[in-house]
């Protein structure tokens, strides 16, 4: 006999009883077959309504691959920005119309990052526990590593390992910390209370900016442990300086770094305060002037700086093609 189909599993109801729509969002760029890999995943997810995907304007065949999907699994509702916006832009717009689409929970995620079985499934076992919550991001290449390094609440070290984290959970769960758009999920409430993500950032800092505008309002903010999401590594994040007391976020793209050091400055200023500005400051000066030595860098530094603290959100544009 054949096997019978997956029941979808057990998640938090409507206040009439029903079940919640749940409603992935997925921003794409130039990555039709990370994208398609990703949609071959959601589209046999139990318990999933409908996935939306936001393409920031791809020239890769990735409209040609969303306009010949086949129907067939989980139904994927496609949008094309005129141009290119950015994650930071993708999410705002694909977060809109979720909410649009009669979403309850929004599932985000990028398009090269993919859920294990079963990762949305874990997630909503605590959904009555969270506003903001998500699976554990592990790198693909290494699942017993974490993707990106965190500070474990409570806690004064950076952990990198899968073990540690599992270590620090209660009752499956490490409450406090998530790392947002890679399978996280939002209520609707909580969106429509905090907004959309900021478009302006382009890229880098927009989903912390979110995070910690959720936890302003007192959102409650949590990673499932049994729930897992890969997604390939970076080897320059969370590069160690200062003899290994903290972490910093290099990366080769010019583009990566000028939109990090203008969002990081104005998410710091903005959620928590000057020092912490100076703090960032004086973690590029060391890391550019000791750990790896540029001027150039330094200089770029410099100038995503200024643009931040006056407000400036168009001087990324010069390294787009």
């Known amino acids: 006999m054949p096997a019978p189909d997956p029941q979808p599993p057990e998640r938090p109801e409507r206040p009439d009883g029903s079940s919640p729509r749940i409603v992935a969002v997925v921003v794409t760029f130039n990555r039709r077959a990370l994208l398609e890999r990703l949609l071959a995943v959601l589209r046999r997810t139990p318990g999933l309504a409908e996935v939306v995907v936001v393409d920031n304007a791809s020239t890769d065949g990735t409209g040609e691959l969303l306009a010949s999907a086949d129907g067939t699994g989980v139904p994927v509702h496609a949008v094309t920005l005129p141009e290119n916006r950015g994650g930071a832009g993708g999410f705002h717009a694909g977060l809109a119309l979720a909410l649009e689409r009669g979403a309850d929970l929004a599932w985000l995620m990028d398009d090269d990052g993919v859920p294990e079985d079963g990762c949305l499934a874990a997630l909503l076992e605590h959904g009555d526990e969270f506003d903001f919550w998500g699976p554990a991001v592990l790198a693909e290449q290494d699942p017993s590593r974490l993707c990106f390094p965190i500070r474990i609440p409570g806690g004064s070290s950076v952990v990198h390992r899968m073990a540690d984290v599992e270590a620090a959970a209660v009752g499956g769960v490490v409450p406090d910390i998530v790392i947002p758009f890679n399978g996280v999920l939002v209520t609707r409430a909580l969106a429509e209370r905090i907004g959309l993500p900021r ?112 407000g400036d959100f168009t001087g990324h544009r010069r390294f787009l093609g």
């Not at 973690?283 to 931040?308: C, D, E, I, M, N």
């Open 199 to 310: 478009e302006e950032f382009f890229i880098w800092g927009d989903d912390v900016e979110y995070l910690w505008r959720a936890q302003r309002d007192g959102a409650r903010v949590g990673t499932v442990v049994g729930s897992r999401f890969l997604h390939p590594a970076t080897d320059d994040l969370g590069t160690p300086l200062m003899f290994g007391r903290t972490t910093y976020n290099h990366s080769p793209s010019d583009l990566k770094h000028y939109c990090m050091a203008r969002n990081n400055t104005v998410n710091l200023r903005d959620h928590r305060g000057w020092p912490h500005v100076a703090a960032f400051l004086l973690k590029t000066l060391w890391f550019y002037t000791l750990t790896r030595p540029s001027a150039a860098r330094l200089r770029l530094s410099a100038s995503a700086v200024r643009a931040g603290l006056r």
